[in-house]
């Protein structure tokens, strides 16, 4: 019913250009650096894993899923994105990011203070860090001791700079508005009194990512004031007022959607609320 839970998620999610152009990165990436010498920060380490990486998409657009990711950001010079995995998945980690130089993580504390040592450029590095909160406990003391000590957190810093919408961006939520609507309406129209419910959330999903989702998120909730479940594996006829929550991803962005299917008149009425982010 879901998306395979796969290594790396080539396929929906591969970078394309046409939709977001490389010069979008590369302005957001300008733009980090400035805020980089604002802060006298010669080198960031950017993290993200499954859960926790919206920091790390929007200057690099990759994905991760199988382990931690860290996007390299010196003050000057090419960016490095690690992903967790053998070497021989670099090629689908390649389609994941608009960056040239991708290599898989042997060591986070080696290969952080190896590109240390590669671009430092003869003067001291001080190191900034972004997402390390996520991050395992293991890997946030590796990063520091990489850069000799303490790391400049930079999460308020990347927030305001992604707070400024950009064309693109507005584009974005346009695309995953128009998925969650498809998702919605598929939904609507399939989820009637004696329905299986489980398979109208399948056919929604096929919809979904028919119109471009690289996620779908489902929860079913059929007790007023209980909160929206997973679907068993088991057919489940629709048997009276049922709450559906949906999530949908396109481009990188989420758009959720809560509203009531089956509702009588005047007894529970049809109700909606849609998130973009």
Do not use: C
């Not at 991708?102 to 003067?123: C, P, Y």
């Not at 998702?183 to 959330?201: E, S």
């Not at 779908?216 to 057919?235: F, S």
């Not at 529970?268 to 982010?277: F, G, H, N, Q, Y």
């Amino acid at each position: 019913m879901m998306m395979p839970s796969i290594a790396l998620p080539t396929g929906p999610y591969d970078w394309h250009p046409e939709r977001t152009p490389r010069s979008v990165y590369e302005i957001r990436v300008a733009q980090f650096r400035t805020t980089m010498a604002e802060r006298s920060v010669t080198h960031a380490v950017v993290h993200g894993n499954g859960f926790d990486h919206g920091a790390l998409n929007w200057l690099t657009h990759f994905t991760p899923k199988l382990g931690p990711a860290y996007a390299l950001v010196p003050a000057i010079g090419a960016l490095r994105v690690l992903f967790a995995g053998g070497p021989g998945m670099k090629p689908s980690a390649q389609r994941l990011t608009w960056v040239e130089d991708v290599a898989a993580i042997k060591s986070v504390e080696g290969d952080v203070k190896r590109w240390l040592e590669e671009t430092q450029a003869g003067t001291p590095a001080r190191l900034g860090l972004i997402e390390g909160l996520a991050m395992l406990r293991g890997d946030w003391l590796a990063v520091r001791r990489a850069g000799s000590g303490a790391a400049v957190e930079l999460d308020g810093d990347l927030e305001t700079l992604q707070a400024q919408r950009s064309t693109t961006d507005d584009d974005h939520a346009a695309r995953v508005a128009a998925t969650l609507t498809t998702a919605r309406d598929t939904m609507t129209r399939l989820a009637q009194p004696g329905a299986d419910l489980r398979a109208a959330v399948i056919e929604m999903e096929r919809a979904a990512y028919a119109s471009g989702a690289q996620d779908v998120r489902v929860r079913i909730g059929r007790r007023p004031g209980a909160p929206p479940t997973t679907l068993p594996d088991d057919p489940l006829p629709m048997s009276g007022p049922t709450e559906i929550a949906i999530a949908v991803r396109h481009s990188g962005a989420w758009a959720s959607a809560r509203f009531v299917l089956g509702a009588h008149v005047g007894s529970a009425p049809l109700a909606e609320s849609r998130r973009l982010r």
